[in-house]
């Protein structure tokens, strides 16, 4: 049997559309967003554990890994929301056609990176 499939695909040569980009960053962003949960549960534990443990806490908070680690939580999370909207709305018959769903990824693409922008401002 002689099958002309491809063997090895090169992603890289693969170009998807923004919807589909927004759609897999969505879900990409949600697993952020559950092993970050296990790092602020942490946090929390400790900070409750005992004055000792709180400001070991936030002496951890004051260094440039952690923050960036808390911004990127936040970043996930923020384009988590922006995207669950849109799949929400698009879920009640808005959006689904092909040009107001590249609209709607566009949109998401920008809104998220403004809060994200601002959730930087505000953890630095």
Sequence with gaps: MNSK???NLD???FHF????ITSILHRIS????FV???FLLYG????????DGFARVSEL????LAKLIIWGILSALLYHLVAGIKHLLMDMGIAEELESG???AKITVVVSIVLIILAGVWVW
């Design 5 to 7: 499939r491809p063997v």
């Design 11 to 13: 992603l890289g040569k």
């Design 17 to 20: 559309p923004l919807p589909a």
């Design 30 to 33: 949600g697993i952020i967003i």
């Design 36 to 38: 970050g949960v296990a």
């Design 44 to 51: 929390l534990d400790l900070s409750l554990s005992g004055e």
């Design 61 to 64: 908070l004051d260094s440039f």
């Design 102 to 104: 590249r609209l709607a």
